[in-house]
């Protein structure tokens, strides 16, 4: 057994607040197994969609920004780098495959004038970016003061 399949044998036998503990500690990711994968993803996208400034998200122009194939919610529009599908997708999941009406850009170079955006979402992409915090504040001017 290599040591991969060593660590992962390891973590298989780690209660999820274990795993979630060593991939703090690790500043790494954390290994969800089977339903877990589910109810993690479920609490993820509740907590981001209960932060949008207003509860009826069909009258507000919301981006998603790295979302591969995770649509969170039907108004949000999928931003991603890729959509998964050629040589630099082949080895993707389908299910992080993005579908083809995601509009292609890099997180740190989005095509959205300044105010045209209401809100922004964005899971599991800052770890992507040499200068996550850089690529938040050209974010901000995408959206518009909501207090206004």
Same mark, same amino acid.
């Given at each position: 057994?290599?040591?991969?399949?060593?660590? #992962? &044998?390891? %973590? /298989?036998?780690?209660?999820?607040?274990?795993?979630?503990? *060593? @991939?703090?500690?690790?500043?790494?990711?954390?290994?969800?197994?089977?339903?877990?994968?589910?109810?993690?993803?479920?609490?993820?996208?509740?907590?981001?969609?209960? #932060? &949008?400034? %207003? /509860?009826?998200?069909?009258?507000?122009?919301?981006?998603? *920004? @790295?979302?591969?194939?995770?649509?969170?919610?039907?108004?949000?529009?999928?931003?991603?780098?890729?959509?998964?599908?050629?040589?630099?997708?082949?080895?993707?999941?389908? &299910?992080?495959?993005?579908?083809?009406?995601?509009?292609?850009?890099?997180?740190?170079?989005?095509?959205?004038?300044?105010?045209?955006?209401?809100?922004?979402?964005?899971?599991?992409?800052?770890?992507?970016?040499?200068?996550?915090?850089?690529?938040?504040?050209?974010?901000?001017?995408?959206?518009?003061?909501?207090?206004?």
């Amino acid at each position: 057994m290599g040591a991969n399949e060593t660590i #992962a &044998a390891f %973590l /298989r036998g780690c209660t999820l607040e274990e795993r979630e503990r *060593i @991939g703090y500690e690790a500043h790494s990711t954390a290994l969800y197994l089977g339903e877990e994968v589910v109810t993690v993803q479920s609490a993820e996208e509740e907590a981001v969609l209960a #932060a &949008a400034p %207003l /509860r009826d998200l069909a009258a507000l122009n919301g981006i998603n *920004i @790295g979302a591969g194939g995770r649509p969170v919610h039907p108004t949000l529009l999928m931003v991603d780098a890729h959509r998964g599908f050629g040589s630099e997708g082949a080895a993707l999941p389908s &299910a992080q495959k993005a579908p083809l009406s995601t509009i292609m850009a890099w997180a740190d170079d989005l095509p959205f004038k300044q105010g045209s955006l209401d809100y922004a979402i964005s899971l599991h992409n800052l770890e992507h970016l040499p200068d996550p915090v850089g690529m938040l504040q050209p974010q901000l001017q995408f959206c518009h003061d909501m207090q206004s």
